[in-house]
């Protein structure tokens, strides 16, 4: 059997060990020191934000914005229908109610339309929602003028979740820096890792404050432990800080060399009848996070999504549908949603192939070999 070709793993890029040793021989094997802080500002000065707390995973960062904006038990907070569960799960952890918005077909991502469409009704309904999770999937930035003017207009906070983003932009300005908070994920899979690991970003400083506070057990300044609030065990250990540094040094050979795989699947699959990519409009960056495609069995021949999926997995070869909506989730169907129609489309028809940053010419050769 040839070697198992994964959808999208980790990729170190060399000077992550020396990071981990320097932790080692200072001892600061622990989730404070040096690394954390370094990691910090340079994860803010990338993406252009002033202020970022480096927490223990992107779920943690959403749960910690939530809670600083002080979203309550019986709140309501709007969500990305076409997401991954980490983007909604806090909002249950806080005993608010989700409320599902679906996708256009323009970017996959939040229906600007929809969006106040679900904001009026449920004003009328007698509850304004408290916030608004924004999802940006698979590298591609959402109708982010649409969407912000949406949020501003009804005055509701936007928690960006750009786990998938890192290293995109908008008309030059990076995902993730234009909600009040931003969220990144630095999960193996990701397109840089800590080996688990997330960070909240805001231009508010004392909102960042807040969640370090939050994220490390809420200790009041006393001697002794003392505690006026609830608090998190969050914060990044200092030996991933340290893995981020090195993984921060290659962010930009990450976006380029999973563009190039997007490029070559498209010049490879692009005339396919019944195939089909993301679209990137005209102003968006993608970091192409993963490589998606659409497979419309109408022009195919009949051929579908599983049938290409399955026969993937033959070849040891890792590919997987699109995230399966949050709407039709059995843990999430009894909250209320907005459409659904563009995510189920979506979720039908649509494969991630393996994107991977270290892929081979003869990987991604692989690959498309058994797709054709
Ligand atoms: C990965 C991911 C998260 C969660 O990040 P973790 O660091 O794994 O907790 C949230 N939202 C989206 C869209 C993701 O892809």
């Known amino acids: 059997m040839s070697k198992r ?47 970022c707390a480096a927490l223990s995973s992107g779920t943690a960062a959403i749960h910690l914005a939530l809670v600083i904006l002080g979203v309550k038990p019986g709140d309501e907070v709007i969500c990305s229908s076409f997401t991954f569960s980490g983007s909604c799960n806090p909002i249950v952890y ?31 309904e007698g509850k304004k929602p408290k916030a608004i999770v924004l999802v940006h999937l698979y590298g591609m930035p959402a109708k982010l003028n649409e969407l912000m003017a949406v ?12 786990a998938e983003v890192l290293g995109s932009t908008f008309f030059g300005q990076k995902a993730g820096t234009f909600g009040d908070f931003g969220v990144y994920s630095f999960n193996g899979n990701k397109i840089i890792t800590t080996s688990g ?15 370090r506070f939050l994220a490390t057990q809420a200790r009041d300044a006393a001697p002794h432990y003392q505690h006026s609030e609830i608090g998190y065990n969050y914060r990044l250990s200092n ?29 490879a699959l692009g005339h396919l009848p019944g195939i089909s990519f993301q679209p990137e409009m005209s102003g968006s960056f993608s970091n192409r996070w993963l490589t998606t495609i659409l497979i419309d069995p109408s022009k195919t021949g009949g051929i579908t999504r599983e049938d ?49 940053s270290a892929l081979s010419q003869e990987e991604l050769k692989r690959v498309i070999s058994f797709v054709l």
């Not at 980790?10 to 992550?16: A, D, F, R, W």
């Not at 690991?197 to 969640?211: F, M, P, Q, R, T």
């Not at 590919?319 to 059995?330: A, F, G, I, Y």
């Open 5 to 51: 070709i994964y959808l999208s793993p980790p990729h170190m890029g060399g000077e992550e060990l020396a990071y981990i040793h320097q932790a080692f021989d200072t001892n600061w094997v622990s989730p404070a020191g040096p690394h954390i802080d370094t990691f910090e500002k340079e994860l803010g000065a990338y993406n252009g934000i002033e202020y």
């Open 94 to 124: 806080v005993g608010a109610t989700p409320v599902f918005v679906d996708s256009e077909l323009d970017t996959w991502n939040m229906d600007p339309v929809l969006l106040e469409e679900a904001i009026l009704d449920r004003i009328k």
């Open 151 to 162: 949020s501003r207009k009804y005055e509701i906070p936007v928690i960006e979740d750009a």
């Open 197 to 211: 690991g997330g960070a909240l970003v805001s231009k508010n400083e004392d909102w960042i404050k807040k969640a």
């Open 239 to 267: 030996i991933s800080a340290g893995i981020g540094l090195g993984q921060l040094k290659v962010i930009d050979d990450r976006v380029r060399q999973r563009r190039a795989n997007f490029e070559f699947y498209r010049g």
């Open 308 to 356: 290409i999926r399955i026969a993937l997995e033959k070849e040891n070869i890792e590919s997987r549908p699109l995230w399966k909506p949050m709407h039709l989730q059995p843990v999430f169907q009894q909250f209320p949603s907005y459409g659904g129609g563009v995510s189920e489309r979506l979720f039908e028809r649509g494969l991630c192939l393996p994107s991977g």
